[in-house]
């Protein structure tokens, strides 16, 4: 105990002799926050936005590097439809499919590894979404709704692999770029 005394004692001596903040007060009798302490809680404030800015902007890389690796597939299976090679073209659409399924989930395995670490640790991006239905716990940009469509367009992609055409791929692959686009565009 008798070490402890002479700290507490600085600490004590240190608060009494430290220069008082400035205190904005608009009712004398009620005491106000110091402006140090609100100018920190707002700087605080900033980052934790800047990082929910940040996060969003990474999801929506995600998407847009998983659009860019579905469509190197779309035009490899074209073409190989076009070659006539229908084992090249199955193994493409195939891919393709799986692409956009990932495109569905804002990313893969590892990606949801990330998600799903985040959740536990109590950030939901879009907590209000979540609790209206409109995003599924964890997602940052992808809404129930269009991952609903784009695993619906895996689905029918997946389908095409066994009798490809190439029309009939184009189509689909057009309402998963529509989709994607209107994914991609920063919210407001």
Not at 157 to 171: C, S, T, Y
């Amino acid at each position: 105990m008798r070490l402890l005394q002479p700290q507490i004692a600085g600490i004590v001596l240190a608060a009494a002799l430290a220069p008082r903040p400035a205190v904005a007060q608009a009712n004398p009798t009620s005491p106000a926050t110091p402006t140090e302490i609100v100018s920190t809680y707002q700087s605080l404030a900033d980052g934790i936005l800047a990082l929910k800015r940040t996060e969003e902007g990474l999801c929506r890389s995600i998407l847009a590097a998983g659009s860019a690796h579905a469509r190197v597939e779309l035009v490899r299976a074209q073409s190989a439809i076009k070659a006539g090679d229908a084992r090249a073209a199955q193994g493409a659409i195939e891919d393709l499919a799986a692409t956009v399924g990932q495109l569905a989930t804002e990313g893969d395995n590892a990606v949801a590894g990330v998600r799903k670490r985040l959740v536990e640790g109590g950030h939901h991006h879009n907590s209000a979404g979540e609790a209206q239905g409109m995003f599924d716990e964890g997602y940052v940009v992808v809404t129930r709704a269009a991952k609903s469509k784009l695993l619906a367009s895996s689905r029918a992609i997946a389908q095409m692999a066994a009798a490809p055409k190439a029309d009939v791929l184009e189509g689909e692959w057009k309402k998963v770029e529509a989709l994607v686009g209107e994914l991609l565009k920063p919210a407001k």
